[in-house]
């Protein structure tokens, strides 16, 4: 039985930082494509950032303020957040997915269930 655990949320002010973490059972991170996303109410859940084997991919909106990875060793995800904007306020999700990493939350069958991020100004 597959379960992601997502910790780490929490009330940040605008520029500050948060670290997100996933962890795992009954999958192992490092032969999957897994992954961040988010949901902001009224709002679609949204692909943040990805990671497979050494690869990382991050939407736009993110690159260069959010960086994803993995420790292997804790079969967990990590999702280091900087520079945080009030428009990163969402409820963040990880994802895992066998093969290839997608940016379609529907490619992805296992999920964690979320934890809030909100980032006042």
């Known amino acids: 039985q597959v379960q992601l655990v997502e910790s780490g949320g929490g009330l940040?002010?605008?520029g500050g930082s948060l670290r997100l973490s996933c962890a795992a059972s009954g999958l192992t991170f490092s032969t999957y494509a897994s992954g961040w996303f988010r949901q902001a109410p009224g709002k679609e859940r949204e692909f943040v950032a990805a990671i497979k084997y050494g690869n990382t991919y991050y939407a736009d909106s993110v690159k260069g303020r959010f960086t994803i990875s993995r420790d292997n060793?804790?079969?967990t995800l990590y999702l280091q957040m900087n520079s945080l904007k009030p428009e990163d306020t969402a409820?963040?999700?990880c994802a895992a997915r066998l093969?290839?990493?997608t940016t379609q939350?529907?490619?992805y069958p296992n999920w964690g269930q979320g934890t809030q991020v909100t980032v006042s100004s």
Do not use: E, L, M, R
């Open 91 to 93: 409820v963040y999700y």
């Open 99 to 101: 093969f290839f990493y």
């Open 12 to 14: 940040v002010q605008a």
């Open 105 to 107: 939350s529907k490619d």
């Open 73 to 75: 060793a804790k079969n």
